[in-house]
């Protein structure tokens, strides 16, 4: 009997367990250390699907580690979107992100939220290619160690050294995920999701969260500084007028230019970016 009552409680401990952790995650408030977890996990994860599966498969059929690093930022937001899905379901009653991400109803007229989004998509760009030496600066001064195949003081070295073919095979065929598709989620998780869930911050939140945001690209660690800078104006409007359509616009919608500029500059014949 003892026996049949343990059998019987421990899927019932585990459920248990499983609703107090939806309900934390649907909670309005997130603490500070359960919020770090959460911006910080995805990107740990992403490493080491890279690490473990998508470099030894990419080395394989030798295409450039870009590829390895699509397939595992595929890998671990492919499941998160479908897990803000899921927690849609929970407090809707529906799988929808309407009715549960925040920053959704679009507060903002179309004439204004364009020129934000204009105004953002433009700063990121041309800022990030600004601190492009910045960026390699900080690589040979402090991360050089960091070996992940195609890592280099060049922000396209995992695209070096491969021909024309095989890049313009690998940009067309991540180009819709890592060019808007996964960016897209990011704002979802990190914008609709994670930001809105630290009031208690006050107007540091949209700092703390672009901090973490920049942290949890390990794979590019020596990059945080100038992301800090590029991302700023595009999450910090976006939290003033809780409209996450300008930190879109901004992020996937300049993941989408320079991934179309970089296919044409591969197809015309540029083989090093």
């Known amino acids: 009997m003892n026996n049949e009552q343990s059998l019987t409680a421990a899927p019932q401990s585990a459920a248990r367990n499983r609703s107090r952790f939806v309900e934390k995650l649907l909670a309005d408030k997130h603490s500070i ?6 911006h910080l996990v995805p990107g740990a994860l992403i490493v ?6 998508a470099a030894p498969l990419v080395r394989a059929i030798e295409y450039p580690p870009f590829l390895a690093w699509a397939i595992a930022l595929c890998a671990v937001l492919s499941p998160l979107q479908f897990g803000l899905l899921w ?27 364009t020129g934000m989004i204009v105004f953002c998509l433009l700063w ?54 890592t ?20 009031p208690q911050l006050g107007n540091w939140a949209p700092v703390f969260n672009m901090t973490l945001f920049s942290i949890y690209h390990f794979w590019a660690p020596w990059t945080v500084l100038s992301k800090l800078v590029f991302l700023f104006p595009g999450i910090w409007l976006a939290y003033k007028k809780q409209d996450i359509r ?18 044409i500059a591969v197809a015309l014949g540029r083989t090093s970016l």
């Not at 927690?87 to 939220?113: A, C, E, I």
């Not at 808007?180 to 609709?192: T, V």
């Not at 992020?251 to 970089?262: D, Q, R, Y």
Request: charged share 15%.
């Open 179 to 198: 060019g808007f598709i996964l960016p897209l989620i990011e704002e979802y998780y990190f914008r609709g999701f994670l930001l809105p869930r630290l």
């Open 87 to 113: 927690l849609g379901k929970q407090q809707t009653g529906k799988y929808t992100l309407r009715g549960f991400l925040s920053y959704m109803d679009r507060p903002v007229s179309r004439g204004k939220v």
């Open 48 to 53: 080491a699907v890279y690490a473990f599966v």
């Open 124 to 177: 990121m760009t041309v800022v990030s290619l600004a601190l492009l030496p910045l960026d390699n600066f900080l690589y040979d001064a402090a991360f050089s160690w960091i070996q992940y195949e195609g890592t280099g003081d060049s922000a396209t070295s995992y695209l070096n050294g491969y021909s024309r073919e095989m890049l313009l095979t690998t940009l067309l065929i991540c180009g819709p995920f």
């Open 246 to 263: 300008i930190s879109i616009g901004m992020h996937p919608g300049s993941a989408l230019l320079l991934t179309v500029v970089g296919v």
């Open 33 to 38: 250390p359960f919020s770090i977890a959460l």
